[in-house]
């Protein structure tokens, strides 16, 4: 048996379940109850202002009633009273009555059940008998002695209005107020869905594997345009990352299947192979594993560098030490090539990083020097170490063929090989980890056509030690 949904109960029970309904609601009741106190602070010093006002006016005549009767006598009250009755000013509010207990009324212009009033001193909220209309007023009641009192004060009907047409103003604004509020609030929800949607789309849309989804971006530069650019942002970054993904996968399977195959191949050669000729295929077969452990080392130090491994053990480096280290581990090979070494080593390179870590980088970079930046021409290799504002600019510049134009961009990426070296040993991971290594050290890498040559400037953040 299902249970019918109010019409007007259902949509705010589901509006309610939203966090900036709620959230809409608490700001609007912060609203109203300011509201709420801003009028009672309004209604107190109104009503008390005509209250205080009243009750002024009644003492003061009532003292001025007990003066002329001090000094004229009864006559002298009555004639004041009647001149006070008929002399036009505030006549219809004002109350001045000389009575007996008994009730018989001397002079005024009204009457009040004298034997149930309190005999109290100060002023009173007391029913009051005038012609044919009955109301209350705020009386003084003064005992003159032998059963005559003296009534004097004001209708109360003025302040009995001003109570009224305040409570029903206050009463209209209150719930204008909460009508608003409500509307506000089902508006504000409405409106941060519909901002809400859109990126809760992006996610579906991520989550299902499409990340060329981008949110539209508006024009608006509040915390939603702020959330959506972060959010086009992180999608194009993570369509980057599982392009690279891809191409990384593809070139580690086509990089691993040839010396796999080639090494599978030769096994299956030296068991049909005679004696003889068995220690030179599996000496090949051992050429071909080794080959494939040092590729598998460096996409091992290559995914810890680019996870971020290795941040513990940086520590304050000059890096012309470790530059210089690396270069005399290097001597004898550019000894044996003839290389000549042009070095401008500027000191005070201090920076905080790994330098087994800057080492291998800087190996990395000496290695592709021997592979691809020697000529025939010429054999030399230039090397400046600097100083350059808050940074320290390592450059490297051969003088062999360089590299295509387009393929300046591409350098470090992953298995990525200038089409003319292709013949030449490697695997393309050698820039990409020397790339990595720099970013882990909060650093920037390039490189630039030199003419002849190619130019590699390496930027790391300096350090005072």
């Known amino acids: 048996m299902t249970t019918a949904t109010h019409p007007v109960l259902g949509p705010l029970h589901r509006a309610w379940k939203s966090s900036s309904f709620r959230l809409a609601l608490c700001f609007s009741a912060v609203v109203v109850s300011i509201l709420v106190g801003t009028l009672s602070v309004y209604y107190v010093e109104i009503v008390g202002t005509v209250s205080q006002r009243l009750d002024d006016y009644a003492l003061r005549n009532s003292k001025r009633l007990l003066s002329a009767y001090a000094q004229q006598g009864e006559a002298g009250l009555v004639e004041e009273i009647q001149r006070l009755v008929s002399d036009g000013i505030d006549s219809q509010d004002e109350i001045f009555i000389y009575q007996h207990l008994d009730g018989a009324v001397w002079a005024g212009n009204a009457t009040i059940d004298l034997v149930h009033a309190p005999r109290v001193a100060a002023l009173q909220d007391l029913p009051v008998e005038q012609e044919a209309r009955s109301f209350n007023g705020r009386l003084k009641i003064d005992d003159l002695g032998q059963q005559r009192f003296l009534i004097v004060g004001s209708d109360l009907q003025a302040l009995t209005d001003i109570q009224h047409r305040y409570m029903k103003a206050t009463a209209l604004a209150l719930g204008l107020a909460v009508g608003l509020s409500?509307?506000?609030?089902?508006?504000?929800?409405?409106?941060?869905?519909?901002?809400?949607?859109?990126?809760?789309?992006?996610?579906?849309?991520?989550?299902?594997?499409?990340?060329?989804?981008?949110?539209?971006m508006n024009r608006k530069s509040d915390e939603f345009s702020l959330l959506e650019q972060d959010i086009n942002q992180m999608l194009e970054q993570l369509e980057q990352l599982v392009r690279g993904i891809r191409h990384v996968s593809h070139m580690v399977a086509h990089n691993l299947r040839t010396p796999l195959n080639r090494a599978l191949h030769r096994v299956q050669a030296a068991k049909l192979a005679p004696e003889s000729l068995r220690p030179v295929l599996l000496d090949q077969v051992q050429e071909e594993l080794d080959h494939l452990q040092r590729l598998f080392s460096k996409m091992l130090l290559l995914a810890?560098?680019?996870?971020?491994?290795g941040q513990h053990n940086f520590e304050p480096l000059d890096l012309q030490q470790v530059l210089q280290e690396v270069l005399e581990y290097y001597e004898?090979?550019?000894?044996?090539?003839?290389?000549e070494l042009r070095l401008a080593l500027e000191p005070g390179?201090?920076?905080?990083?790994?330098?087994?870590?800057?080492?291998?980088?800087?190996?990395?970079?000496?290695?592709?020097?021997?592979?691809?930046g020697l000529s025939a021409e010429q054999r030399c290799l230039e090397v400046h170490l600097q100083r350059q504002g808050h940074e320290v600019q390592l450059r490297l510049?051969?003088?062999?063929?360089?590299?295509?134009?387009a393929m300046l961009e591409r350098l470090s990426e992953h298995f990525v090989r200038d089409p003319q070296h292709q013949q030449q040993p490697g695997h393309g991971l050698g820039l990409a980890s020397?790339?990595?290594?720099?970013?882990?050290?909060?650093?920037?890498?390039?490189?630039?056509?030199?003419?002849?040559?190619?130019?590699?400037?390496?930027?790391?953040?300096?350090?005072?030690?």
Do not use: C
């Not at 004898?332 to 290389?339: A, G, H, K, T, W």
């Not at 201090?350 to 592709?368: E, T, Y």
């Not at 040559?453 to 030690?465: A, D, I, M, R």
């Open 349 to 372: 390179g201090w920076v905080l990083g790994d330098s087994h870590l800057l080492a291998n980088a800087m190996s990395n970079l000496l290695d592709n020097f021997l592979k691809y």
């Open 397 to 405: 510049r051969d003088h062999g063929a360089g590299v295509a134009p």
């Open 304 to 309: 810890e560098v680019e996870a971020g491994v």
């Open 182 to 216: 409500l509307l506000g609030a089902i508006v504000f929800r409405r409106l941060m869905d519909k901002r809400a949607a859109e990126v809760r789309q992006a996610i579906r849309q991520a989550g299902q594997g499409n990340l060329h989804f981008r949110i539209p």
């Open 434 to 465: 020397v790339k990595a290594i720099v970013r882990l050290h909060q650093g920037r890498i390039g490189w630039r056509l030199a003419q002849p040559g190619l130019e590699t400037w390496v930027l790391l953040p300096l350090h005072q030690p």
């Open 332 to 339: 004898p090979l550019f000894s044996d090539r003839q290389v």
